[in-house]
Each structure stands twice: as structure tokens, then as C-alpha cells.
């Protein structure tokens, strides 16, 4: 049908002279907007009225006439759920004023036909999934007035010819898009913009404001926020009489702040926050008496916090925090009746907090965080509807003030932790019905028991009372909510047992009561907190044994036990086994391999070999003293005294033993290693007579293409070498291994940290050439190596500059997002990779430490997989460095058990790799108040059906058909039952599937 009506407006084109001229007009309009309406989808059939029998359009929905010549002048298709792409049709619409598609699901480029409307004055493309470049055609709008391409996927720079005839341009917005480049120069003839919204872009350079944006005379909003621009900002912006909004944070803009800036007295909004602004603030900005926002944070800005702030008479948000203010909060702060937020935080203001602040009744958040405030706390603070108190890290004295039922109904968030505040908690702060953070920990002195009613709050997810003088014991109740996310009673005066009602605690993600007084044994009901990632219980009384049923907590990440008085053994489950050492010393009852010395399991006294040794010596000694009791000891002595000897023979033989044998392998070591010495000391003699022997040999697979083959002086590499990176096992250089005379051969050279590296040159080499038998496209080639006891590296190829982490995570505002197309060639690459290492050699490779970091990329987004099989370098893996320098990418069987790997550790690792590339986000973030594991996080979405939430938003338009299946990919992989997860192989195969057209998919889920 589509065709039909195309070629048949051809041909009506083609044959225009035929008919009258009017009608043929009127025809123009409908067959236009039926050649359009068959490019879409319009699933709520919401265009049924457009009929292609019409005479005229001027009937059908969202469609608007001249009423003069009966001709098209809007059509308004706002919020329909349309979808498809801008086919041609519309550029017939010769008498078309206002074209206006925003909210929909349009995807593709911008059509060059639609700049073809000569008489458009309101174009509006905002909110939908348009790619690619803007269009240079654009220019040739003259009469354009409303230009809206907002929150789209365009990329690229702008034409510079963009705005060569912009003079009728009153609003222009091309904000969240991933646009790039300098602004082009054309930009200022747009003389007439009374709105320039450029933000949320990858624009970068030093706009031209002294002769361009500042000369804009009707320029009321101007909008560059969240892009890599840089540069000053000179004075002249007084030019602007009519500007009411300047936002240009999150920018890279330096230097001081326009000493006119005060001039624009019709400004209500200014934001000029995270930039790299310096000086003292401009006293001009007193004048500024209609502002009612100014955020100034996260600069450089120094000096004495105004006295004239009280000018500001309608500001409501007022954010001055993290810079370098010092001085004292004036009195006339009470002058700013309109003000709700004030953020003050992370500068060096010193003094007391004005009493006259509780004048500012609207009030409902203040930060006053990281200053030198002193004194106490103004009374009647506690009187306001605040909603945030944040007035941590000062010098702040007194005891906490009674607050008003109004306070304790709106706070939500209250900080008033590293202080010197002293009293009692109030147990009317269990009012506090809405309240989601309490901190009051570090450097208080409350000396105060903790409040029963604290268990009663039903929102609250963070308690932190750390080394606040609380003593007592934990409510019962403490969890009565359910809600409590993090719990930290450390370094207090806490006594009793640890409540059994603590595995009530559902939402628990940290618990750390260390450094108190508790007793008694680990409540078993701990382990039923499947939400616990960290358990800290050091520096107590704690007795009895360690629950078994603890290991079960598969979230569980880390677990402090030290200095306790617990016996037994540890779990063999979850973290357990792969505990550090210092989370369990001080318990001299606990039984593991980890700990190093005896443990005591349940012995109340010591054996004792000679009993009499504790009786009377003098009875002991006496001269013809005997009875029957006496001859029972001295027969059961004697037998003591043959055992004990028996024992002490078999030690001292089996020692002996030992010993013989260990002399005896370094005797047979030290054979070989000197046999291996003389025979290279021959080799090198033999091809360059009348040099020394070499410390070592520099190894290289090529040697035909590679020189030289032989070194004296590995330092003298490393010294002209360029460090590129650093892994879990060593730091990488850039090198040239070129002799004079011959053509430079560049490489990356890792040299490998000594620690438990193998120690003969033999299994060194065996190890290393089976690596280098690995050859791939998507494999990082193993060249050679070198070897001494004292300094190893391995030689490679030298990969593309860059890697996933750079791409995924250190992207320059000027560098555009990865794509859909681009992050899935990536993550096939690197599963072909795998499979190769996994399938195609014998002995398999197992990578071991699959991350984004190991993933080198090319300009093509072709990926390379580097630092595979480096573990089989390794005598005895170092297991805490390695799971630290891993978090989120380790399988479940390597932390839980002695570290044995396999392929499917791998997999494991490929599918959190899978997971970060397509959300952008880490394996594991931390926040203030929790950790998320993306892992974890993606399998709930998927759950709760909302895992297309999670998708990286930068990318642009991808397809659903293949995101989503390539999610469950992932979460297939990383199951935690090894034997669920599919081989390498068998991942490319449903990649490859996945990326077949949807018509020949199967459903492989």
C-alpha cells in the first residue's frame, strides 16, 4: 500500500499541469500526510480519521487550517506513541507553520526533506530516539522561530553553516543529546534568541561570549550546562537585560566570576556550580534582589562569606558549598524570609550558628556540614519543619535541643555526627515517623543509653551511632520496622547479649557492633539477614561457637570476628574459608587453617604428664617413704614418662626426615640450576665470543622478526620504556625491542611482581610458551618472556591504546557513548576469545581475571583479550589481593572455596563483563548508604519485569529483541551453580542467534 501511494504521488507530481492548480495544492496535503502516516506506527490507531478519499485534510485529527486558502498550517502529533521513521511526504505541506512530533518513539535521522518546508516557523522533534548528525539543510530555514531537538540520541559536531540564517530564532534547544565539538560561529547571528538551551551535550571549547552569546539582547534563558566547555567568563554579561536564567554548571569553566554579573536585575536563576571558578564573589551580586536560586558549589572560591547575603531577600535555594569561604555566618540571615535550602557545607566558616536563623521559618534543609562552626545549637532550631540537618564534622557543643512535634513529623534526615555534642538522646525522637538517617556518631559525648523507641521508626534504613559514649544493651526491638539497612553501634559501651530478635533485621545490608562490651554467643538468627554483605563483631566478649548456618549467607563480603573468645570451627561455607587471617585472631578457641598455632576445642585444664609434680616435694623426697598410693603413682609415672619419650623419639625422627629430604631437593635444585647456568653460559659464549654470561635470557618466539634475541641488561628496557598500566599481576610498559639499523619492533612488556612466581626457569619456561601457543584475532599475542630469579616479564604484542574500562567508565565529555552495534562486537569478541582459550587448546587456558580493564579495544571496537593465564604463573595465588582487585567478578566457588578455577569461572566473569557493558555501570557501587551488586540488582529487575530500566541510556537507540536476551544471557552465566552456566562455546552460539533477524530467531530462553 505504501509503494502504491508513493508512486502515485509521483505521478500526481509529474502530471500537476493537468489539473487546476488550487486543487492540485489541496491533493498535495492529503496525499503528503497519507505518504507519511504509512511510514509510522501508530498502534492506538489514532490516526484512523486520515482518509485517503478526502478532498481535504482540514477535518482529520490533529490537523489545523488556514481558513483563508484551506491549506495545512499545524499538525500537533505530541504524545501519541507514535513510532517508525520520517519517511518523505511531509515536504509537500508547502503552507506547513507549525510541525510538532515530540514524546513519541520516532527513531532514525532527521529527514533532510523536512528543512524543504520553506514557511515552517515551529519545529519541535523533542523526546524521541532520533540519530545521527543534524542535518546541514537546517540553515536553509529562514523563517524558523521555535527549533526543539531535544532529548534525542543526535550525535556529532554541529555544521558550521548551521545558523547562517537564523534571524528569526527566538528559542533554540538541542539539549540531552551526545552532541560534540566547538559551538560553530554561525551561532552568533541569532541575534533575536530569547532561549539557548544547549545542555547535557559533549560541546566543548571556549564559547564566544564577549562578541556573541552576550550580545544576544533578548536573551532570557541561557542554558550550557553539563558539557566540557571551558574558558573565563568576561565581564559584559550586564548586556543582558532581560536574562533570567544562566545555568552553566557541570562545566570546566575557570577563572573569577564577572564583576557586572549584579547588573542583570532580572535574574531569578543562577547556577554556575561544579566548575573550576576562583576569586572572591563579586559584591555586585547583592543586586541581585529577584533571584530566587543561586547554587555557587563546588568551585574555588575564597574569601569571607558575604554580609550582604541578606539582599537576597527572595532567594529560596541557596547553595554556596565545597569551597574555600572562610569568615562567619552573618546575622542578616534571618533577612532571607523565602529561603527553604541552605547548603553551606565543606568550606571553612567558623563561628557560632546565628541565633536569628530560626527567623527563617520556611526552612527545610540545612547544610552545614565540614565547617569550624562552634557554640551550641540555636534553640528553636528544633522548632522548624525541617526536612535535612546536616550539621557534621564542626566543633559544635551542648547537648541536642528539644525539637517540636512539627520537627519530629517532616525530618527525614538527621546528621549531627563529629561533634562534641553531649545528653541525652531524647526518646521523643522516636516521633520522628519519617525519618530515614540518623547519624550521631564519632566524637559526641552523649553519654546516653539507646532509645527503645528508636526500633519504632518504620522508614528509618541508616543508624549510625559509632563511638557516641552509648552504653546499655541493643533494644530487642531495634529492627521492629524491618527497614534497617545499616546498623553501626562500634566503639560504645554496649553490654549484654546481641538480641536474638536481630534476625528480624530483613533489610540489613551492614551490621558492625565491634569495640563494646557484648557477650554471650553469635545469635544463630543472623544468618537468616540473606541481605548481609558485611558483619563486624570485633574487640567484644563473645563466646561459644560460630554458627554453621552463617556460611549459607551468599551476599555475605566480608566478616570480622577478632578478638573475641569464640571456639569451634569456622563454617565451610560461604566467605568463611576465604577469610583474611586478621578477621579471626584474637580467638584462641577457633579452628582453621587460616590461623597459624594451636587451637582449643573445649579443653577446661592442661594434661599434665607428671602429677606429683604439684604435690608436697618434701613428702616426695623423704627417705624410705612408700605406701600402695605411692607405688600406683610410680608405676603410672613410669608408664607416662615411656609414652612421653616414645612420642618425642617419633618427632625427633620424623623432623629428622624431614630435614634429609629437604636437603636433599635443594641439593638436587641447586644440580640443575647449575647445569642449566653452564649451558647458557656456553650458548652465549658460542654466539658472541668474548662476552660475559648473561644474568638471564631474554626469550622471544619470533626470533627471526624480533631482536635482539639475547640481553645483558633488562633494566635497560624497562628504563626507556613507558608505563601504559597495572594489573593483579604486574605493571605493563611500552617498549621498543629494536636493534640499531633494524625496523623498530614496538611491545607491551608486563613486568610480573615477584611474589610467589615459580622459582625454576624450566616450569617458567613451559608455562609461558603455552601461552604463547594462544593466537586469535580477539587474543593479545604472548611474544616471549625473560627470566632471573630476581626479575621476570613476559613480552606481547602491543594491543590498540584504550580498553572497555576507559570506554565504559573514563569517557571525555568530547568522546561519544559506545553504541549498541559497537558494545555488542565487543562483547562477542571477547566471548570468541574465551571460547578459543577454552576450547581450541590443550591444556585449556582459564583466563582467571576477566574485567573491563583486560579488554583492549581498537578504533573498529574489535576487542582483545589481555592477561589471560597469567595465574598459571603463580605457585599459590594471593587470594584477599586478588578478590579485592575482582570485587564483583569473582564466582561464588572461588571465594568459597581454595580457590580452584576452571572455564566456568570464566563464564562467571564474562557475564558480570556482560552486564556492565550494556547498563554502564560498575560490578559493584557503593553509596551512602548501601552497596549494589549489579548482578543482584539486574536479576530483581528481571523479576520484577522492569530490567530494560537498567539499560545505559548514553547508547542511544538499541533493540529490545536483542538487549534483553543478552541480558538473560548474562544472569544464565552467572548463576551461582557452576554446572547452570553455559560453556564459551555454547555462549557465541546464542550471541550469534541473538543477532540473527528476528523472523529466523529462536527462542533460546
Not at 541493643?474 to 530478635?501: F, H, V
Not at 625454576?760 to 613451559?766: G, I, M, V
Not at 543478552?966 to 555454547?986: D, F, G, N, Q, Y
Request: hydrophobic share 40%.
Amino acid at each position: 500500500m505504501a509503494a502504491f501511494l508513493h508512486f502515485l504521488l509521483l505521478f500526481l507530481v509529474s502530471s500537476a499541469s493537468s489539473f487546476n492548480a488550487d486543487d492540485a495544492q489541496l491533493d498535495d496535503d492529503v496525499l503528503g500526510l497519507i505518504v507519511f502516516k504509512s511510514g509510522i506506527v501508530d498502534p492506538s490507531s489514532l490516526l484512523a480519521s486520515w482518509n485517503e478519499d478526502d478532498d481535504s485534510p482540514c477535518s482529520w485529527n490533529f490537523i489545523l487550517c488556514n481558513p483563508v486558502t484551506g491549506r495545512v498550517s499545524h499538525l500537533n502529533l505530541d504524545g501519541l506513541g507514535l513510532s517508525g521513521k520520517l519517511g518523505k511526504g511531509l515536504h509537500k505541506l508547502q503552507h506547513l507553520k507549525l510541525l510538532s512530533l515530540s514524546n513519541n518513539n520516532f527513531t532514525g535521522q532527521i529527514s533532510p526533506d523536512i528543512p524543504l518546508i520553506s514557511t515552517l516557523e515551529t519545529l519541535n522533534l523533542s523526546s524521541n530516539t532520533f540519530s545521527g548528525l543534524i542535518p546541514s539543510s537546517i540553515a536553509n530555514m529562514t523563517s524558523i522561530k521555535f527549533l526543539d531537538f531535544s532529548a534525542n540520541s543526535l550525535s556529532g559536531p554541529l555544521p558550521d553553516n548551521l545558523f547562517h540564517n537564523c534571524f528569526s530564532l527566538r528559542y533554540l534547544s538541542l539539549a540531552g543529546n551526545s552532541l560534540q565539538g566547538p559551538l560553530p560561529s554561525t551561532l552568533n547571528k541569532c541575534s533575536s534568541l530569547n532561549t539557548l538551551n544547549l545542555s547535557n551535550n559533549q560541546f566543548s571549547g571556549s564559547p564566544d561570549f564577549s562578541t556573541g552569546i552576550w550580545s544576544f539582547k533578548r536573551l532570557r534563558t541561557l542554558d550550557l550546562s553539563s558539557n566540557g566547555f571551558s574558558g573565563s567568563l568576561p565581564n559584559g554579561i550586564a548586556f543582558l537585560p532581560s536574562l533570567k536564567e544562566l545555568q552553566l554548571q557541570n562545566n570546566r569553566f575557570s577563572g573569577p566570576l564577572p564583576l557586572d554579573i549584579g547588573l542583570c536585575k532580572h535574574l531569578l536563576k543562577l547556577d554556575l556550580s561544579d566548575n573550576l571558578f576562583n576569586g572572591a564573589l563579586p559584591d555586585s551580586l547583592k543586586l541581585l534582589t529577584s533571584l530566587t536560586y543561586i547554587s555557587l558549589s563546588t568551585n574555588m572560591l575564597t574569601g569571607d562569606f558575604p554580609l550582604w547575603i541578606g539582599n537576597l531577600a527572595s532567594v529560596e535555594y541557596l547553595d554556596f558549598s565545597t569551597n574555600g569561604l572562610t569568615g562567619t555566618l552573618p546575622s542578616s540571615i534571618n533577612d532571607l524570609k523565602s529561603l527553604s535550602y541552605l547548603s553551606l557545607s565543606d568550606n571553612r566558616i567558623s563561628g557560632s550558628i546565628p541565633k536569628s536563623i530560626v527567623e527563617c521559618s520556611r526552612l527545610s534543609v540545612i547544610r552545614l556540614r565540614g565547617n569550624s562552626f562552634n557554640g551550641s545549637i540555636p534553640e528553636g532550631m528544633f522548632d522548624l519543619g525541617l526536612q535535612e540537618v546536616d550539621l557534621s564534622d564542626n566543633k559544635l557543643m551542648g547537648s541536642i535541643p528539644p525539637a517540636s512535634t512539627k520537627f519530629y513529623t517532616s525530618l527525614h534526615t538527621l546528621d549531627l555526627s563529629r561533634n562534641n555534642l553531649s545528653g541525652n538522646i531524647s526518646a521523643e525522637m522516636g516521633l520522628s515517623s519519617n525519618l530515614r538517617y540518623l547519624n550521631l556518631s564519632w566524637n559526641n559525648n552523649l553519654q546516653s543509653r539507646m532509645p527503645q523507641e528508636l526500633g519504632y521508626l518504620q522508614n528509618l534504613t541508616v543508624l549510625d551511632l559509632r563511638y557516641a559514649e552509648i552504653y546499655g544493651s541493643i533494644p530487642a526491638d531495634i529492627c521492629e520496622s524491618g527497614n534497617l539497612r545499616i546498623l553501626q553501634l562500634d566503639g560504645n559501651s554496649l553490654t549484654g547479649l546481641i538480641p536474638q530478635e536481630i534476625g528480624n533485621c530483613s533489610s540489613l545490608n551492614l551490621l558492625s557492633l565491634s569495640r563494646n562490651n557484648l557477650s554471650g554467643p553469635i545469635p544463630k538468627s543472623i544468618s537468616k539477614l540473606n541481605k548481609l554483605q558485611i558483619l563486624k563483631l570485633e574487640f567484644n566478649e563473645l563466646s561459644g561457637e560460630i554458627p554453621l548456618e552463617l556460611g549459607k549467607l551468599g551476599n555475605l563480603l566480608a566478616v570480622n570476628i577478632s578478638y573475641n573468645m569464640l571456639i569451634g570451627r569456622l563454617p565451610t561455607e560461604g566467605i568463611f574459608p576465604s577469610l583474611n587471617p586478621s578477621a579471626l585472631q584474637g580467638n584462641l578457641g577457633i579452628c582453621s587453617p587460616l590461623l597459624k598455632g594451636p587451637c582449643k576445642m573445649n579443653v577446661p585444664k592442661p594434661l599434665v604428664l607428671d602429677p606429683d609434680s604439684y604435690g608436697s616435694q618434701n613428702e616426695a623426697h623423704r627417705p624410705g617413704f612408700t605406701s600402695s598410693s605411692d607405688t600406683k603413682k610410680s608405676h603410672h609415672r613410669s608408664l607416662l614418662t615411656a609414652s612421653a619419650i616414645i612420642a618425642i623419639s617419633a618427632a625427633v625422627f620424623i623432623v629428622f626426615g624431614v630435614l634429609v629430604i629437604s636437603l636433599l631437593n635443594i641439593s638436587a635444585r641447586r644440580r640443575l640450576a647449575f647445569i642449566d647456568h653452564a649451558l647458557e653460559s656456553m650458548c652465549s659464549s658460542s654466539s658472541r665470543s668474548g662476552s660475559h654470561s648473561a644474568t638471564g635470557k631474554l626469550i622471544l618466539f619470533e626470533s627471526k622478526s624480533w631482536s635482539p634475541e639475547w640481553i645483558s641488561n633488562p633494566e635497560s628496557i624497562l628504563n626507556k620504556a613507558t608505563e601504559i598500566g597495572e594489573g593483579v599481576f604486574g605493571t605493563v610498559y611500552k617498549v621498543s625491542l629494536s636493534s640499531s639499523g633494524s625496523r623498530e619492533r614496538v611491545a607491551a612488556i608486563k613486568k610480573l611482581f615477584t611474589s610467589n612466581l615459580i622459582q625454576y626457569p624450566e616450569d617458567f619456561d613451559r608455562e609461558v610458551r603455552i601461552l604463547g601457543k594462544a593466537r586469535h584475532p580477539n587474543l593479545i599475542a604472548i611474544r616471549g618472556y625473560y627470566w632471573t630469579p630476581e626479575l621476570q616479564f613476559v613480552v606481547s604484542e602491543l594491543g590498540p591504546e584504550g580498553n572497555l574500562q576507559e570506554k565504559l567508565h573514563a569517557r571525555l565529555p568530547c568522546s561519544p557513548a559506545l553504541s549498541w552495534e559497537n558494545r555488542f562486537k565487543i562483547v562477542l569478541g571477547t566471548a570468541k576469545g574465551l571460547a578459543y582459550l577454552h576450547h581450541s587448546l590443550r591444556p585449556p587456558i582459564i583466563h582467571y581475571n576477566i574485567k573491563p580493564s583486560n579488554i583492549l579495544v581498537d578504533k573498529n571496537y574489535n576487542a582483545k583479550i589481555t592477561d589471560f593465564g597469567l595465574a598459571r604463573l603463580v605457585r599459590k595465588v594471593d587470594k584477599q589481593h586478588v578478590l579485592s582487585n575482582r570485587l564483583g567478578y569473582v564466582a561464588p566457588e572461588v571465594a568459597c572455596e581454595s580457590l580452584r578455577v576452571n572455564e566456568k569461572c570464566d563464564v562467571y566473569g564474562f557475564g558480570v563483563l556482560i552486564l556492565e557493558v550494556v547498563t554502564g555501570r560498575r560490578a559493584v557501587e557503593y553509596g551512602e548508604d548501601n552497596v549494589v551488586i549489579l548482578n543482584d540488582h539486574i536479576r530483581v529487575l528481571l523479576e520484577e519485569g522492569n530490567v530494560l530500566e537498567c539499560v545505559d541510556n548514553s547508547m542511544g537507540d538499541y533493540p529490545e529483541d536483542e538487549v534483553l536476551p543478552v541480558l538473560k544471557l548474562a544472569l544464565v552465566c552467572t548463576s551461582h551453580i557452576p554446572s547452570s552456566r553455559p560453556s564459551m562455546a555454547e555462549v557465541v552460539q546464542i550471541m550469534q542467534v541473538i543477532k540473527t533477524p528476528l523472523t529466523h530467531r529462536i527462542d533460546i530462553f
